[in-house]
T-cell receptor, first 112, second 113 residues
Framework: GAGVSQSPSNKVTEKGKDVELRCDPI?????LYWYRQSLGQGLEFLIY????????KSGLPSDRFSAERTGGSVSTLTIQRTQQEDSAVYLC??????????FGPGTRLTVT | DAKTTQPNSMESNEEEPVHLPCNHS???????IHWYRQLPSQGPEYVIH???SNVNNRMASLAIAEDRKSSTLILHRATLRDAAVYYC??????????????FGEGTQLTVNP
């Protein structure tokens, strides 16, 4: 079956611009996660959606970052006024409840 | 959060078994031990998880010490495709925050032909 998909695969943007990253989770998965991985760094949790519950936003690094999950399916991560330190691979994962997470291929964001 | 300690790197030869160790001396009774791996230029991939008993699946085996303070991921016959960073992660699924994965540095496994 189809796995987690993310778009775009690569995004180059100028400092100060806003970007939107999209995640399509596996159908039927109730939980959706966003992580990021900076060059040479480990994976860092950003935000977690579970069903209709309020999202866990505790990993968002600043108020420039926000995410939505519409209809319990597709999610969009928005970064406003991008900075060079936002350059990273942004990974989305989904799971059924708290079971194993399935990751997408990621979006590589480069802020110039 | 309970933390894990893994060697930074390990090497193996193709078609030989690989034992990847993980120490988690502060593990709590409700922490599950999860292993993920990340192949080059890909997102992480679930490998296996367990609580107390040893576990086997098509990818690997997980051996958990009796006191649960350590565990070992076993790849029975390493292939070149197994070259990846392997992460040992504790998840307390009784806590809301336990749903997230907290990745450490992991072990970079190199498989020699």
């Amino acid at each position: 079956g189809a796995g987690v998909s993310q778009s775009p695969s690569n995004k180059v943007t100028e400092k100060g611009k806003d970007v939107e990253l999209r995640c399509d989770p596996i159908s039927g998965h109730t939980a959706l996660y966003w992580y990021r991985q900076s060059l040479g760094q480990g994976l860092e949790f950003l935000i977690y959606f579970q069903g209709n519950s309020a999202p866990d936003k505790s990993g968002l690094p600043s108020d420039r970052f926000s995410a939505e999950r519409t209809g319990g399916s597709v999610s969009t991560l928005t970064i406003q006024r991008t900075q060079q330190e936002d350059s990273a691979v942004y990974l989305c994962a989904s799971s059924q409840e708290s079971y194993e997470q399935y990751f997408g291929p990621g979006t590589r964001l480069t802020v110039t | 959060d309970a933390k894990t300690t893994q060697p930074n790197s390990m090497e193996s030869n193709e078609e030989e078994p690989v034992h990847l160790p993980c120490n988690h001396s502060t593990i709590s009774g409700t922490d599950y031990i999860h292993w993920y791996r990340q192949l080059p230029s890909q997102g992480p991939e679930y490998v296996i998880h367990g609580l107390t008993s040893n576990v086997n699946n098509r990818m690997a085996s997980l051996a958990i010490a009796e006191d649960r303070k350590s565990s070992t991921l076993i790849l029975h016959r390493a292939t070149l495709r197994d070259a990846a960073v392997y992460y040992c992660i504790l998840r307390d699924v009784q806590e809301t925050s336990g749903s997230r994965l907290t990745f450490g540095e992991g072990t970079q496994l190199t498989v020699n032909p």
